[in-house]
């Protein structure tokens, strides 16, 4: 059975080559999921960062970014892998609005690591994606969040629920508004699926974290249904300077 299975997935990737997620160049057969010239071109995040929402900063006398100095955030801390900024960027929406869902696989597993490399999130109980409104996911045909939390669950073996929190009304798109319209625009928009959360602490996953407000709005419902704590891991954060 295995070997069928094995002789499968060899037919599927030639027949069906996957794109590289950083120049979206097809794969070579056994290449894996990224050229291994382009593992370099994306900006990670590096040692000194934000301590609640992980944005870069660049004192390091500093605890925390400009922006979580000045507003509260609902989650309690937050990591992310890459700046998102130019290639970054690019690569994001293709994933998104390209349907290059074979990126999943790569970027999954470098939040994974980044997940996985902080104490206080790697014995989170569950993973929950945040959710698209159904108008939008059928549009689109996948939630790029749940492909991303569907990689993680599986390697770090944390359980993944991707109804727990449903998106119950349309929302204008986030990047055109600033950040006191991001909150109000998101008021109510995020609706538990049950009664009540009886877990310690969950991992919120999303493709973007920009103000941190959309990520605000699922960790709002989720502690208000007993979550005792929410952290936020997104495969790229925006960067500003302090």
Do not use: W
């Amino acid at each position: 059975m295995n070997l069928k299975n094995n002789i499968g997935r060899v037919l599927l990737e030639l027949l069906y080559p996957g794109r590289c997620p950083v120049c979206d160049g097809i794969l070579a057969f056994g290449e894996g999921r990224i050229h291994k010239h382009c593992t370099k071109v994306l900006q990670k995040v590096g040692p000194v960062y934000c301590l609640k929402c992980g944005r870069p900063i660049y004192r390091e006398e500093d605890a925390f970014c400009r922006h979580c100095r000045e507003e509260k955030h609902d989650f309690d801390s937050g990591v992310s892998v890459y700046m998102y900024r130019g290639e970054m960027k690019a690569s994001i929406y293709r994933f998104k609005y390209g349907n290059r869902q074979e990126y999943a696989a790569y970027y999954g597993r470098e939040l994974a690591k980044a997940i996985a490399a902080r104490r206080d999130m790697r014995t989170a109980g569950l993973i929950v994606p945040v959710p698209l409104y159904s108008e939008k996911l059928l549009q689109r045909g996948f939630n790029q969040a749940q492909l991303l939390a569907q990689e993680v669950s599986a390697l770090l073996k944390i359980p993944m629920k991707p109804d727990l929190v449903r998106r119950v009304r349309a929302t204008t798109a986030q990047k055109e508004l600033g950040a006191y319209e991001r909150r109000k625009n998101l008021k109510k928009a995020f609706k538990i699926g049950q009664d009540d959360v009886e877990l310690d602490s969950i991992i919120v996953v999303d493709d973007i974290f920009t103000t941190g407000s959309t990520i605000d709005g699922v960790a709002r419902v989720l502690k208000e249904a007993g979550a005792k704590k929410v952290y936020a891991a997104t495969l790229a954060i925006g960067v500003s300077k302090d």
